[in-house]
């Protein structure tokens, strides 16, 4: 089993629509990272976040320690928004990131 | 300085021979790390360094890989002899870490797609 799941793995959308990305992580974490990955391989920072939640334009990550649960919003969302959506765990030694398999986004016009 | 970058963006190779990578990253930062990413799969840590120092290698990285960081500023990693399953997408990040242990968050490179045919 991965310490990293996510759900669901393949998400198509019509434009406009509200989405929702999860994230469930098996061990310890001192941050959780959203990141995007568009075809072409690099990968963008969207969040870190430790505890709570982060806002940034049309995006929206929450995270619940407890529950070892994090979600990813896209409000409104948009053909440029298609992409893989990855979340990344930070554990107790506090540099490397154990990964997900991703979330494959497509947001149709 | 613009971010992380990475040199070739792609790399076709025959099996059996070597390839190099470099990797620039963000320039104050004194963390870097290289993962491997594979088809349909997210990126698996392979190495990090804090400073010129190699801190810690994955269990994936065979004696055919090596990286350096010598002057802890950018890096190489060396595949030798490759293997049509080093075929994947190698990443570079960078991060700066305070003397207690807090810092930014990781800063990624384009990445490197490695084909061995």
Sequence with gaps: KNEVEQSPQNLTAQEGEFITINCSYSVGISALHWLQQHPGGGIVSLFMLSSGKKK????????????KHSSLHITAS?????????????????????????TLLTVNP | DTGVSQDPRHK?????????????????????????????????????????????????LSDRFSAE?????????????TEQGDSAM???????????????????GQGTRLTVV
């Design chain 2, 12 to 60: 076709i190779t025959k099996r059996g021979q070597n390839v190099t990578f470099r990797c620039d990253p963000i320039s104050e930062h004194n963390r870097l790390y290289w993962y491997r990413q594979t088809l349909g799969q997210g990126p698996e840590f392979l190495t990090y360094f804090q400073n010129e120092a190699q801190l810690e290698k994955s269990r994936l």
């Design chain 2, 90 to 108: 190698y990443l570079c990040a960078s991060s700066l870490t305070g003397p207690r242990g807090g810092g930014t968050e990781a800063f990624f």
């Design chain 2, 69 to 81: 960081r010598p002057k802890g500023s950018f890096s190489t990693l060396e595949i030798q002899r």
């Design chain 1, 78 to 102: 948009h053909p440029r928004d298609s992409a893989v959506y990855i979340c990344a765990v930070k554990g107790g030694s506090n540099y490397k990131l154990t990964f997900g398999k991703g």
């Design chain 1, 56 to 67: 940034h334009g049309r995006l929206i990550a929450t995270i619940n320690i407890q529950e």
